[in-house]
């Protein structure tokens, strides 16, 4: 299962998977079962051709003994996803998706093949999605450095999208409020005037306060 | 807007007797996890809830050794078995987590009471070993060929004011974090910067300083 991952970039990969697996999903089991009373919840009973919601492992767990069909989630449509494709394109902002959109949409295309309707365009939507999203993250993160930022909202941002951001992003800010806090910032030509002008408010707030 | 102020590491969810029916064992153990995995520092030891899913655990173990004699059909069990597994590797990840980070700052946590009753009895046996087996390596290796003066495993020198020789977490560094309700305009710290506003579902990199009572009240998750 998923190893444990290093402090410092508090998720693997395999991990965001795990927490992934636990979302909810629709399955249509072939199969008749009592309900099951674990410790993530009761699911279940389960019929032939009567629908059921299930945690994502449980389904692809049936899926893998051929004992259900997964039913698409409906942001998963190629309807759904053009139309967020657009938008993602024509905004500079992010299109509202699942948490964990990447990883389910990827343990689905693993395991439940034959379940999606026209697969090759889903597929092809949902990692056009991921490139125009990337590289927003990308062109994003240069406000970090324009603007002084105590705190970033990462609106709409995705589990996957957030992690790995996560090193980059948590140093940069980091260090900007260190520059910007610290008076040990040195009073030379080098300094870019806007650093020079938060270090003389912090002095007049300062005065003022005494 | 809640002060924050509250130092129960569950008052955030009693007080909320909705979230509180609706949030099972299992998802306050991810979520304990999850806290613990991007925190800095070390977090409180979720010790009722630990017992608690210790044992759901072995009761789920029983159950599972049960169906396996009664003859229960493999694939119901099999289930039950992955769902016990899910279960234990989040246990373990958790209180792993906590090792990592007892065995990185020992010293720091020794150091102050407010830190070392945030450990659990066994947690608290494993840092004293830890402290005493590095004491001793730090003094066999090396510190014990030092001139007088530089024998502590705390300081530089004997000059030195402070104990600057331990490792400590560090407190201003940055985090990802999300609320599940909106929490209005929120300080970030005293230095008279602008509030920020924290809606519900939405990602923000903030400071770990600035929302560590939040953490602990449980008002905001890290992720």
Redesign the interface.
Known sequence: MASQSDNSVAFSAAELEFLAEDEMIEIVPNMRMEPLNLISGDFGPFRPQIAAQVPLWLAVALKKRGKCTIRLPEWMSVEKLTQVLEAERDSEKFQLLPFHYVEISRLLFDHAREDIPDIYMVRSLIEDIKDVRFHKIGTGLEIISKEVTYALRLKNLSAMEANIVRPFVTKALQTFHKLNTKEAIPESGSIPNRQRQAVNQRDKRVLKGR | MDSGDASGYSAGVDDDYESLLST???ELL?RAW?NE??SPEILQHETALVQRSRE??QL?EETVEEFSKNGVDP??L???Q??????L?LLR?YL??RL??IENYAFHIQKSTDLWNRLSKQEQKFAERCIDDAEQHLDQSVLSKLPHGFKSHLKQSSLSLADDMVPEP?L?????CRSKKFLGSFQ?DD????P?NIEAN??????YKSIKPLVESGQIDL?
């Open positions: 099972t064992d299992a991810k999850r995995k991007a759901q655990i789920m694939l119901t099999s289930l039950y992955m769902d016990l597994d899910r279960t590797f990840s792993r987590t990592q980070k560090q201003d560094q940055y985090v990802i970030l230095s008279g910067e602008e920020v939405d990602l923000y990199a903030l400071p992720v």
